[in-house]
């Protein structure tokens, strides 16, 4: 689409942070962002898997797809920087940096966001598709090149 991914991705690459993508759907749990409890049969003990808010750089892709619960983990991570597991609550990782993408609310399947975690982000920018004419010069400047970017820290 809009390269918002390859975007972020670079970012992260360029302070060496950890980064990961994360799909928003209407069928998600809060599990599947924090993380969960695996029990293993041999010892009878339960031990943590992290769920992949315990990265640097976070792209909550169509944020507004998840319910409520998914949301409100989420707050928690955005609000404290700590995330709970059963019952053990771990902080997250530093930097840690929430980045999203949504979908109009009158489309089906979105839910409104809270307020609480509209304030948590510093800013909103509306991404729009390029023109016809702006495609065209995206294309004469980038087909013509076998040029692989390197992306440097810094």
Known sequence: GLAKTTAVKTLSSTIQAKFQRIQFTPDMLPADLTGT??????????SIKKGPLFANIIL????????????????????ERQVTIGEETMSLGDPFLVMATQNPIEQEGTYPLPEAQVDRFMLKAKITYPT???????????SFTNKT??????
């Open 37 to 46: 409890l695996i029990y293993d049969q041999k010892t009878g003990q339960f």
């Open 60 to 79: 909550a892709d169509e944020i507004n797809r998840a319910p409520a619960k998914v949301q409100s983990a989420l707050l928690e991570a955005m609000q």
């Open 132 to 142: 016809k004419d702006e495609e065209l010069k995206i294309l004469k400047r980038m």
């Open 149 to 154: 970017i390197d992306i440097k820290k810094v």
